[in-house]
């Protein structure tokens, strides 16, 4: 099992939809939880991140997490063509004192105009 | 701005000849990562610094080496490249280990191997 799963998409939505980017996890002691999107051939930009149960917006971005379910999501709101990307979830644990920080291999998203 | 910076963007090398990836940073951040990353793949964590303290990872191969000479800069060295180096290198760094507010990459470097 992948310590880090997404659907590798893709995910085409219209554009002003809501477009929902799903994450899970197998480390139940994960801490922390984050988005990045990258642009094709870009390097991975911070979007969000998020620790506690529960959603937590910023703009037109809400990340959603459940740690009993392991998972963790992502809500575009008012989808663009510009969101148009990759989104790459990461998660935060710590194993005999040493920080893991793991990468999905990410869920590539389509904006249709 | 404070930001990471990496160069060059694009690199080619011959088939097992050395090469130098840079990385500098103006964010006074204690940590610096260097990540590998194919086409749809997930970055893969080669090794990080936390000040002058190098961490590798297990898996990642000898011909891989690491040096930060100073708090702003850290560089990657690939001793032999062959064919399957070919990747996107990413540096990217944190204010403390694991990242509590995420990392701040740079644009990486495109290795292509000939």
């Known amino acids: 099992q992948k310590e880090v799963e997404q659907n590798s998409g893709p995910l085409s939505v219209p554009e002003g939809a809501i477009a929902s980017l799903n994450c899970t996890y197998s480390d139940r002691g994960s801490q922390s939880f984050f988005w990045y999107r990258q642009y094709s051939g870009k390097s991975p930009e911070l979007i969000m991140f998020?620790?506690?149960?529960g959603d937590k917006e910023d703009g037109r971005f809400t990340a959603q997490l459940n740690k009993a379910s392991q998972y963790v999501s992502l809500l575009i709101r008012d989808s663009q063509p510009s969101d148009s990307a990759t989104y790459l979830c990461a998660v935060k644990g710590q194993t005999s004192g040493t920080y893991k920080y793991i990468f999905g291999t990410g869920t590539r998203l389509k904006v249709l105009a | 701005d404070a930001m990471v910076i990496q160069n060059p963007r694009y690199q080619v090398t011959q088939f097992g000849k050395p090469v130098t990836l840079s990385c500098s940073q103006t964010l006074n951040h204690n940590v610096m990562y260097w990540y590998q990353q194919k086409s749809s793949q997930a970055p893969k964590l080669l090794f990080h610094?936390?000040?002058?303290?190098?961490?590798n990872e297990a898996d990642t191969p000898d011909n891989f080496q690491s040096r930060r000479p100073n708090t702003s800069f850290c560089f990657l060295d690939i001793r032999s490249p062959g064919l399957g180096d070919a990747a996107m290198y990413l540096c990217a760094t944190s204010r403390e280990q694991g990242g509590v507010v995420g990392y701040t990459f740079g644009s990486g470097t495109r290795l292509t191997v000939v």
């Open positions: 998020i620790y506690s149960n």
């Open positions: 610094y936390y000040d002058k303290d190098f961490n």
